[in-house]
């Protein structure tokens, strides 16, 4: 089974300063950081650091070379990434001294996928591979749709929420991973048992993930529902979790674990991750989380 990630890859710009500012006010910052992101380019670290053989694609600006770089020095294949002419996305992040934020997003290159490109990209998968999307890039619908009818194993992260996902084809998804908030917002049900019903009864069959954050993760198909807890650690930034639990989860069940086996994995990787400030360069290898469980199970 061949594994492709089409989705985002972002650079978080990151300022750190004792206050925001204020309306009209300019203040000097005392930290800059510069990390890689995006979804799709971190759910494509995951996946890598779990194990598998993963290549991504999406789109890049002409300042796109550190993003194209992490995946490559990760062991992600890159050489379906585009460039594009213009500035690859980018947030701006403030952040002051208790925690609180302020976000500007520029989605730049990731709005530039075009459907040729997602043709060409497709063209090189056949039944049985897996393509694993999210929804901050264009083209994602026709992804799915076209994915579908290639007979490709769909996984969908519909994340960030946004009301145009209620449009979306869920019938072409096979595996759906969706946080809380995601569900609710998709299947208009709050509790895990009726949310998950009403996302599989939209869907054509397959199976539904939805993760709990510190309360663990759920997966239901036909067959029923089984849930795992979240392991019991002290959480400094849950940026990453759900994109490393992604990673792990899809990783484990193609190898051929149980869902709840895939659960536990998922479950312990993402753990990891809460502890350590950053996401997607603190997204632990299969040893690392191997090892944690044998010590937490
Ligand atoms: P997202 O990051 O997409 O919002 P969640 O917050 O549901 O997703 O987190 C994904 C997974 O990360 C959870 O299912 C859980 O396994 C793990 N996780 C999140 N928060 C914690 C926490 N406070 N303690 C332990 N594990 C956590």
């Not at 594009?84 to 980018?90: D, L, M, N, W």
């Not at 400094?236 to 792990?248: E, H, I, M």
């Not at 290898?285 to 469980?293: K, Q, Y």
Request: charged share 20%; proline share 4%; glycine share 10%.
């Amino acid at each position: 089974m061949k594994i492709l990630v089409f989705g985002s890859l972002n650079i978080d710009k990151v300022y750190t300063m004792p206050s925001l500012p204020m309306q009209g006010e300019t203040l000097t910052c005392k930290r800059y950081e510069v990390h890689v992101g995006g979804k799709g380019l971190n759910q494509a670290v995951s996946l890598c650091k779990a194990g598998a053989d993963v290549s991504m694609a999406g789109c890049v600006g002409t300042d796109g070379d550190l993003l194209v770089e992490f995946l490559r020095s990760t062991g992600v294949h890159t050489d379906k990434i585009q460039r594009t002419e213009g500035f690859t996305g980018h947030a701006v992040i403030l952040v002051d001294g208790n925690g609180q934020n302020q976000m500007v997003m520029y989605p730049g290159a990731n709005w530039e996928i075009t459907p040729e490109y997602c043709d060409k990209i497709l063209d090189e998968y056949e039944a049985g591979d897996l393509i694993l999307l999210q929804y901050e890039t264009t083209q994602v619908g026709y992804l799915l749709r076209k994915a579908h009818e290639k007979g490709m194993l769909v996984a969908w992260n519909p994340s960030a929420f946004v009301p145009a996902i209620l449009d979306e084809p869920l019938e072409c998804v096979d595996i759906l991973l969706v946080n809380e908030y995601e569900g609710q917002c998709i299947s208009g049900e709050c509790a895990p048992e009726p949310m998950t019903a009403a996302l599989l009864r939209r869907m054509n069959g397959g199976a539904v993930v939805l993760t709990l954050g510190g309360e663990g993760a759920v997966y239901a198909d036909a067959g029923g529902m089984v849930r795992v807890p979240a392991f019991c650690v002290d959480a400094v930034d849950t940026t990453g979790a759900g994109d490393t639990f992604t990673g792990y989860f899809l990783h484990s069940l193609i190898c051929g674990k149980t869902p709840e086996e895939a659960l536990r994995t998922a479950c312990a990787a993402s753990a990891i991750v809460v502890t350590k400030p950053g996401a997607a360069e603190t997204i632990p290898d299969r040893e690392t989380v191997e090892c944690f469980l044998r010590a937490h199970c």
